[in-house]
T-cell receptor, first 111, second 114 residues
Framework: GENVEQHPSTLSVQEGDSAVIKCTYS??????FPWYKQELGKGPQLIID?????GEKKDQRIAVTLNKTAKHFSLHITETQPEDSAVYFC??????????FGTGTRLQVFP | KAGVTQTPRYLIKTRGQQVTLSCSPI?????VSWYQQTPGQGLQFLFE???????NKGNFPGRFSGRQFSNSRSEMNVSTLELGDSALYLC?????????????FGEGSRLTVL
């Protein structure tokens, strides 16, 4: 079955710096790759997603890139702010199959 | 528009007992999925229901079960609780099938098994 690996498990950056979180997936048929942000005491919330027919997608300070050949995708956050501090999860799925999540990255942005 | 509501938010049980968790999806959402969240394991998929039918199931033992009612509300049940079942159980709803749209998560039910 599908397996999603996520790195790093923790990431500390200075406010204003960039943060990059990487994920790899095992099933080459996967075609949907969302990223979720979970703040303390809350459920995860979708921040950006990408489908396999697109190589890159941006939304303000957030971008996601997808390399289908290497089977990995990454989340890029530029100009980080303290409110970006949270746990980030990547996920992958194919067609109408279940969504498989990575193990999460705890991002801390220091002022 | 009300979000996904999960009850209870916190509960403590002892080994061997059973527990039922409830999830009310966003109005109009027909798909409900359940996840178990533990430190270091991330979000583990339990099952997904759509129009009262289980469409997908994760790799959990038969002690974990669920159902969905005609109003799309869902319940999950864990029987014969074990210490390792202590976790945050998250419910998510979506308009259609799992990977065709955004999942909206509730705040979870935190289960502690003593």
């Amino acid at each position: 079955g599908e397996n999603v690996e996520q790195h790093p498990s923790t990431l500390s950056v200075q406010e204003g710096d960039s943060a990059v979180i990487k994920c790899t997936y095992s099933d080459s048929a996967s075609n949907y790759f969302p990223w979720y942000k979970q703040e303390l005491g809350k459920g995860p919330q979708l921040i950006i997603d990408i489908r396999s027919n697109v190589g890159e997608k941006k939304d303000q300070r957030i971008a996601v890139t997808l390399n289908k050949t290497a089977k990995h995708f990454s989340l890029h956050i530029t100009e980080t702010q303290p409110e970006d501090s949270a746990v980030y999860f990547c996920a992958a799925s194919k067609d109408t199959d279940k969504l498989i999540f990575g193990t999460g990255t705890r991002l801390q942005v220091f002022p | 528009k009300a979000g996904v509501t999960q009850t209870p938010r916190y509960l403590i049980k002892t080994r061997g007992q059973q527990v039922t968790l409830s999830c009310s999806p966003i109005s109009g959402h027909r798909s409900v999925s359940w996840y178990q969240q533990t430190p270091g394991q991330g979000l583990q998929f339990l099952f997904e229901y759509f129009s009262e039918t289980q469409r997908n199931k994760g790799n959990f033992p038969g002690r974990f079960s669920g159902r969905q009612f005609s109003n799309s509300r869902s319940e999950m049940n864990v029987s014969t609780l074990e210490l390792g079942d202590s976790a945050l159980y998250l419910c998510a709803s979506s308009l259609v099938f799992l990977n065709t749209g955004e999942l909206f998560f509730g705040e979870g039910s935190r289960l502690t098994v003593l």
